[in-house]
């Protein structure tokens, strides 16, 4: 009877192999673990408007205060940009300068999504309307809006509704103009975007990210090389390697088999015992589960497994 025994070139190969495929699933199903939890998170609280309004000296009517809430929750919402209306009193102007330095240091740097900040500031002397105004734009926006484009937004359209009417129009806008230049914006970044069908593209994700891939797969290859190929203690030369049967495998039983290793430039040998497995699917059962034992004796027995060999049988006594 003929019996298939898999190669330890084979065996050796199909470890690695899984390996690999462990590594290339796991980095396909990151993905997606990251979109199930994106949409297991719950409703965020509504906000309040003191994020978006700060009003000291009482500019903003409350109809604008409301409308102004809802277009900086939309523009916050939609591009991950904060913007804050700032008016208060100063008992000396003179201080203007240096307040709106400190006080838009600390603010952006407490709103933690990358510096992505927009601050309009109104500052008021008191007893008098002829106050300072200036807009902030934080680094993370400094290439969407402009000194050229803010000041323009200042001069055209903020101060001049300001002027026209008493309620703060002029605030919204302002806010409203920056949210159509950054709606904008966005538009044309998403035109260079490849089409969102809504469903995981598995061999596009596998194309755009061939290079770490490729990194896996050569990373795995060199690990081959180290762990798995034989070399000399001696000289560290590569090793050859024959093979000698001991014990061939039957259909559910393991055989076992001598790996001679020799170099052929120092003289080094070894010997090493190895189990053989039997192929089809009692041999893949043994090799995964790890399964060491050839023969399953069973309590009180005494009849011997019809599957031993002839070597393993004692001769009867005389």
């Known amino acids: ?77 939609t591009l991950r940009i904060r913007v804050l209306v700032k008016t208060e009193v100063l008992e000396n102007i003179d201080e203007y300068t240096k307040r709106i330095e400190v006080f838009f240091t600390e603010w952006i740097r407490s709103i933690g999504i990358d510096k992505r900040g927009i601050l309009l500031y109104a500052a008021l002397p008191r007893d008098s309307l002829n106050g300072k105004f200036s807009l902030r734009v934080g680094i993370g926006l400094k290439y969407l809006i402009t000194r050229e484009m803010g000041e323009k937004i200042l001069n055209q359209v903020i101060l001049p509704g300001n002027v026209e009417n008493d309620d703060g ?112 699917s009692a041999g893949f059962w043994m090799w995964l589960l790890g399964t060491r034992r050839n023969v399953r004796i069973d309590a009180g027995s005494t009849r011997l497994p019809d599957d031993l060999s002839s070597d393993d049988r004692h001769s009867p006594s005389e």
């Open 169 to 280: 129009r002029g605030f919204l806008e302002g806010i409203l103009t920056i949210k159509k230049m950054l709606v904008d914006e966005l538009k044309r970044e998403n035109q260079n975007l490849p089409p969102q069908t809504g469903i995981f593209d598995i061999f596009g994700f596998l194309w755009t990210s061939k290079e770490i891939l490729l990194a896996f797969f050569v990373g795995g290859f060199l690990c081959y090389m180290v762990f798995f190929i034989e070399r000399c203690p001696r000289c560290n030369g590569s090793l050859r390697t024959a093979f000698e049967i001991l014990k061939e495998p039957g259909n559910n039983t393991l055989g076992l088999r001598r790996r001679l290793y020799s170099c052929d430039r120092c003289g080094f040998t070894r010997r090493k015992k190895e189990p053989i497995y039997p192929a089809g």
């Open 1 to 77: 009877m003929n019996i298939r025994v898999f190669p330890s070139w084979f065996v050796d190969g199909v470890k690695t192999a899984g390996l690999l495929v462990c590594a290339v699933f796991s980095i396909c199903l990151f993905p997606l673990a990251l979109c199930a939890q994106s949409a297991s998170e719950p409703a965020a609280a509504p906000v309040s408007p003191d994020r978006y309004i700060a009003d000291q000296a009482l500019l903003l009517k409350e109809p604008i205060r409301v409308q102004i809430v809802d277009v900086c929750s939309e523009i916050e919402k």
